[in-house]
């Protein structure tokens, strides 16, 4: 089994910042890539940033220059460090994770997380 557990959202003022964490744990043998993805409502989902194993990342456009992504390979970690929130970035924000779960099996599989809710208001 493979759970993926969101933690760090909630209401900010526009300006403000939050910090997502998703730890994953269960059966796994490694992870190739995790990444957030969030969703407003009314609209489908989309990439908000994703990170490989090796620390490359790639973000959507309008994220660039206030989040970073970053993880934690020995704790099977992700973050999303928001800065300069923006009421556009209201949304469900979902943890990623592609993962290989175990040395014998092949493939990797995409899991989900449950899902943090991240809302920018004043």
């Known amino acids: 089994q493979v759970q993926l557990v969101e933690s760090g959202g909630g209401l900010v003022q526009p300006g403000g910042s939050l910090r997502l964490s998703c730890a994953a744990s269960g059966s796994i043998f490694s992870i190739n890539a995790m990444g957030w993805y969030r969703q407003a409502p009314g609209k489908q989902r989309e990439l908000v940033a994703t990170?490989?194993?090796?620390?490359?990342?790639n973000y959507a456009d309008s994220v660039k220059g206030r989040f970073t992504i970053s993880r934690d390979n020995a704790k099977n970690t992700v973050y999303l460090q928001m800065n300069s929130l923006k009421p556009e970035d209201t949304a469900v924000y979902y943890c990623?994770?592609?993962?290989?779960?175990?040395?014998?099996?092949?493939?990797?599989?995409?899991?989900w997380g449950q899902g943090t809710q991240v809302t920018v208001s004043s």
């Open positions: 990623n994770a592609k993962i290989v779960r175990s040395r014998w099996n092949a493939g990797v599989a995409d899991y």
């Open positions: 990170i490989t194993s090796g620390s490359s990342t």
